[in-house]
């Protein structure tokens, strides 16, 4: 059973910089595609970036891909959100979420189809 948790959260300046964690547990042998999400106050839910198991392909969101970096750790299973030069407009929760038997592409992101979810990380912009 898939099992996601994200961390590092928290409420930080405009231009400052922060990096989120997700950790998944039982995850199969097969490749498998991480993302991160976002959802912020009164907006539906967008996709923000993913990477491939397989390759460590990614893709960004248009909005952030200037700004954000993601990263795994394959041997911990964990994926990590380096975001820089943050504004007050990425703030929202952002959640961590797992597809199974597929890559890292600009879809996943669009149609945010994953087979699980974590609960979110808060992260807040504000002076």
Same mark, same amino acid.
């Not at 929760?93 to 597809?99: F, H, K, L, S, T």
């Not at 994953?114 to 979110?120: K, P, V, Y």
């Given at each position: 059973?898939? *099992? ?8 930080? @300046?405009?231009?400052?910089? /922060?990096? %989120? ?9 097969? *490749?498998?595609? /991480? ?7 009164? !907006? ?7 990477i491939? &198991? ?10 952030? !891909?200037?700004?954000?970096?993601? &990263? ?6 964990? #994926?990590?959100? @380096? #975001?820089? &030069?943050? !504004? ?11 597809? %199974?038997?597929?890559?890292?592409w600009?879809g996943?992101?669009?149609? !945010?189809? #994953? ?10 912009? &504000?002076?």
């Amino acid at each position: 059973q898939l *099992h996601v948790v994200e961390s590092g959260g928290g409420l930080v @300046q405009p231009g400052e910089s /922060l990096r %989120l964690s997700c950790a998944v547990s039982g995850l199969p042998l097969e *490749h498998y595609a /991480l993302g991160w999400f976002r959802q912020a106050p009164g !907006k539906e839910r967008e996709g923000v970036a993913c990477i491939s &198991s397989s390759d460590g392909a990614t893709n960004y969101a248009d909005s952030v !891909k200037d700004r954000v970096t993601v &990263s795994r750790d394959g041997a911990e299973n964990t #994926m990590y959100l @380096q #975001m820089n &030069s943050l !504004k007050p407009e990425d703030t929202g929760i952002y959640y961590c979420a797992v597809r %199974l038997g597929f890559v890292c592409w600009r879809g996943l992101l669009v149609n !945010k189809n #994953m087979d699980a979810w974590g609960q979110g990380t808060l992260v807040n912009v &504000s002076s």
